[in-house]
């Protein structure tokens, strides 16, 4: 079973463009999770997906920030116009159902260096 | 507001030794702790986990311990090995709006020295 993949591994962009993340869950994960770790510093909850919907998304900075996931597969996560803070690791996370019970499975993450 | 704390950056250990990893939290609201593991380059894997009825779970070479009074969690690693380094994040579940969401520390990185 292939497990959480994120794409691209590593993007360095300038202060004032756009990036767009991308994440593919474990096949049949209704459960989508986005964090993101600054460096030395804790990983952070950004938002939650059940399906297509946004189930909490109170982690996210601000609006420059955009999360999708049409038709309930994989997730995209654009920001725009990033600033210098936005720098870190971005983790995309997935599990079967949302408790107690059900591990999160995380993918190897999108490191982005904004410059 | 940090609400899950590792306070140790970096911890080295010998082989063969016992390596703990400790853990605080603030909210006396959480009610399931989870220890990650991450090697370089990859994702946070799931290790060990505990529910706050319990005050100990035990995996093979892994035991988490539970002091609620305290706020304060363990992982035990006996006997440690070179494979064991890694960064781990303690973490809690918190509960909000539906989604059960984790909320880590900043991560300890143990360093198992052959």
């Known amino acids: 079973e292939a497990g959480v993949t994120q794409f691209p591994s590593h993007s360095v962009i300038e202060k004032g463009q756009t990036v767009t993340l991308r994440c593919d869950p474990i096949?049949?994960?209704?459960?989508l999770y986005w964090y993101r770790r600054v460096m030395g510093k804790e990983i952070k909850f950004l938002l939650h997906?059940?399906?297509?919907?946004?189930?909490?998304e109170s982690g996210m900075p601000n609006n420059r920030f955009l999360a999708e996931r049409t038709g309930g597969t994989y997730s995209t996560l654009k920001v725009q116009p990033a600033e210098l803070e936005d720098s870190g690791v971005y983790f995309c996370?997935?599990?079967?159902?949302?408790?107690?019970?059900?591990?999160?499975?995380f993918g190897p993450g999108t490191r982005l260096t904004v410059t | 507001d940090q609400q899950v704390k590792q306070n140790s950056p970096s911890l080295s250990v010998q082989e063969g030794r016992i390596s703990i990893l400790n853990c605080d939290y603030t909210?006396?609201?959480?009610?399931?702790f989870l220890w990650y593991k991450k090697y370089p380059a990859e994702g946070p894997t799931f290790l060990i986990s505990?529910?706050?009825?319990?005050d100990k779970n035990e995996d093979g070479r892994f035991t988490v311990f539970l002091n609620k009074s305290a706020k304060h969690l363990s992982l035990h690693i006996v006997p440690s090995q070179p494979g064991d380094s890694a960064v781990y994040f303690c973490?809690?579940?918190?509960?909000?709006?539906?989604?059960?969401?984790?909320?880590f520390g900043t991560g300890t990185r143990l360093k198992v020295l052959a």
């Open positions: 996370a997935s599990s079967q159902g949302s408790g107690f019970r059900y591990e999160q499975y």
């Open positions: 096949s049949g994960h209704d459960n």
């Open positions: 997906f059940v399906k297509e919907s946004k189930q909490d």
């Open positions: 909210n006396s609201m959480f009610d399931y």
């Open positions: 505990i529910s706050s009825i319990k």
């Open positions: 973490a809690a579940i918190g509960t909000t709006s539906g989604t059960y969401k984790y909320i």
